[in-house]
């Protein structure tokens, strides 16, 4: 029982930093006005209500996306998300409804969670892990989209958040970050040390979801 409740105060104790640690990166991010020039602009999928309806949230960040394309940020945008609905070939579609040229983007449409969007947009032959990328999402999911790139090979990793204007709100959304961030390093501390034992990674990447 002992260990139990180590484990225990343990977990919630992760939480708890993770929480407060996300929550102050949302409060204190000061959205940048000039990001430099990338090689391309990396949006997370945020789900989508059907198979042609995005959430609130992908839509947001794919108007955002697009500003930046617009603005010269990077030639080409990435758009990761699958699962049941798989989100990023909507997000895509709607970013050339709103004039991206469709040669300028790029669909992976596989990555079921923030670990495998960025596991798998490593996998892309177009993209090299040592030059710039700007990672677009929401501001309560930036730290943890960046640690996951990072973790993917990334080296150098600009944030931009979908939400710029957003102020610190102690909602479900950033509730749920505290619970994802111990999570996320448990099964990337995981599957690191399956790629060191060699072990194939059809054999775990399924656990990353």
């Known amino acids: 029982m002992t260990f ?31 990001l430099p020039e990338a090689q391309a602009i990396v949006v997370l999928g945020g789900g989508a209500e059907s198979a042609s ?3 609130p949230d992908s839509t947001q960040r794919v108007a955002h996306a697009v500003t930046l394309f617009e603005a010269g940020a990077a030639p080409q945008m990435v758009f990761t998300g699958g699962g049941a609905i798989a989100d990023a070939p909507i997000m895509a579609r709607e970013a050339a409804a709103a004039g991206v040229t469709e040669t300028a983007l790029v669909i992976e449409r596989r990555a079921q969670s923030t670990l495998q969007n960025a596991l798998f947009t490593a996998d892309l032959g177009n993209l090299d892990k040592t030059q710039p990328i700007i990672l677009v999402t929401q501001r309560y999911h930036l730290p943890r ?15 931009s958040a979908a939400d710029p204007d957003a102020g610190l709100t102690l909602d479900q959304r950033l509730l749920w970050e505290a619970v994802k961030w111990p999570v996320n ?11 060191a034992a060699d072990v194939p990674r059809e054999s775990w990447v399924s656990y990353l979801q």
């Open 4 to 34: 139990i409740r180590w484990i225990f105060s343990l977990a919630i104790l992760a939480m708890w930093c993770a929480l407060i640690g996300t929550g102050l990166f949302v409060a204190m991010h000061e959205p940048s006005d000039e």
């Open 145 to 159: 989209a960046w640690a996951s790139f990072r973790w993917a090979g990334f080296q150098s990793i600009h944030l």
């Open 53 to 55: 309806t995005l959430t």
């Open 185 to 195: 390093v448990l099964r990337a501390g995981a599957a690191s040390a399956a790629v």
